[in-house]
Nanobody, 119 residues
Framework: QVQVVESGGGLVQTGGSLRLSCAVS????????FGWYRQTPAGKERDLVA????????TFSDSVKGRFGISRDNDRNIVYLQMNDLKPEDTAVYYC????????????WGPGTQVTVAS
């Protein structure tokens, strides 16, 4: 069974940094693309903030461009989201998810990890 588990969230001051991890089990991630999403307390949907393809191509939403980075370690089956210069509006629960390739057809959501940025 394919599972994703996010970790690394926490409470940080404005301007601080966090690195989130998405540990994947049940499948080798090397040929899959991933996205990091977030859902704010008032949000009805999960917004896509960053993606990484199997070929290491990346995309970012305008709201995080220049502050967030995304990377992957295929040997360890982990996808990372590096978040720098955090702002209160980044406060959300962050999720990762398969978006392309093996594992994406029946991808499920993990538990997410809470990020809270204090002003």
């Amino acid at each position: 069974q394919v599972q994703v588990v996010e970790s690394g969230g926490g409470l940080v001051q404005t301007g601080g940094s966090l690195r989130l991890s998405c540990a994947v089990s049940g499948i080798n991630i090397a040929f899959s693309g991933f996205g990091w999403y977030r859902q704010t307390p008032a949000g009805k949907e999960r917004d896509l903030v960053a993606t990484i393809s199997s070929g290491l191509g990346t995309t970012f939403s305008d709201s995080v461009k220049g502050r967030f980075g995304i990377s992957r370690d295929n040997d360890r089956n982990i996808v990372y989201l590096q978040m720098n210069d955090l702002k209160p509006e980044d406060t959300a629960v962050y999720y990762c998810r398969f978006i392309t390739g093996p594992g994406s057809a029946d991808a499920s959501w993990g538990p997410g990890t809470q990020v809270t940025v204090a002003s």
